[in-house]
T-cell receptor
């Protein structure tokens, strides 16, 4: 079975641009969460979506937004990119909305110049 | 903000030795999980221990939880070079899939 897939794997943007990151969860998983991992730090929670509804939001500015589609895939959008947005963006899926084991994708590494 | 804090920040051992990693957290939890990450790639779930459990085993892994001290430890026995990775503890205290991760421990296992 396919695991969590994310695209693109690497991308380079310049300040002020916007970016869209995509995630496909494991088949049957209805919850998708997004995490930001800055180099040398642990992942930080950005969003959780379950059954296409936002169930949680971390301490990130409104430049960050996300949505979940009827097929449970998800997009993370970041507008007006800053240098500090450079990070590994991780998507994780799980069966339900409550925390158990999370299954992570390989991440999208964003570099902002 | 980081809830968990792992200790030590870096650990270097010889293949075959045991590796012990510690994690402390600040608020009440539903469960505590340990994840492994190889070279900045995706995280892999290792083990989950619930707040009403004190010890759990999975293969070469043993995790303990002391809720009175708000701490957990992960023991990897008979370490292998392939265990070289970063290890993170993560706590769940809420009603959604939000996990709060620590900064991680870098484990190096020398062959």
């Amino acid at each position: 079975d396919a695991g969590v897939t994310q695209s693109p794997t690497h991308l380079i943007k310049t300040r002020g641009q916007h970016v869209t990151l995509r995630c496909s969860p494991i088949s049957g998983h209805k919850s998708v969460s997004w995490y930001q991992q800055v180099l040398g730090q642990g992942p930080q929670f950005i969003f959780q979506y379950y059954e296409k509804e936002e169930r949680g939001r971390g301490n990130f500015p409104d430049r960050f937004s996300a949505r979940q589609f009827p097929n449970y895939s998800s997009e993370l959008n970041v507008n007006a990119l800053l240098l500090g947005d450079s990070a590994l963006y991780l998507c994780a899926s799980s069966l339900g909305s409550f925390t158990g084991e999370l299954f992570f994708g390989e991440g999208s590494r964003l570099t902002v110049l | 903000s980081q809830q968990g804090e792992e200790d030590p920040q870096a650990l270097s051992i010889q293949e075959g030795e045991n590796a012990t990693m510690n994690c402390s957290y600040k608020t009440s939890i539903n469960n505590l999980q340990w994840y492994r990450q190889n070279s900045g790639r995706g995280l892999v779930h290792l083990i989950l221990i619930r707040s009403n459990e004190r010890e759990k085993h999975s293969g070469r892994l043993r995790v303990t939880l002391d809720t009175s001290k708000k701490s957990s430890s992960l023991l990897i026995t008979a370490s292998r070079a392939a265990d070289t990775a970063s290890y993170f503890c993560a706590t769940d205290g809420g009603a959604n899939s939000k996990l709060t991760f620590g900064k991680g421990i870098t484990l190096s296992v020398r062959p």
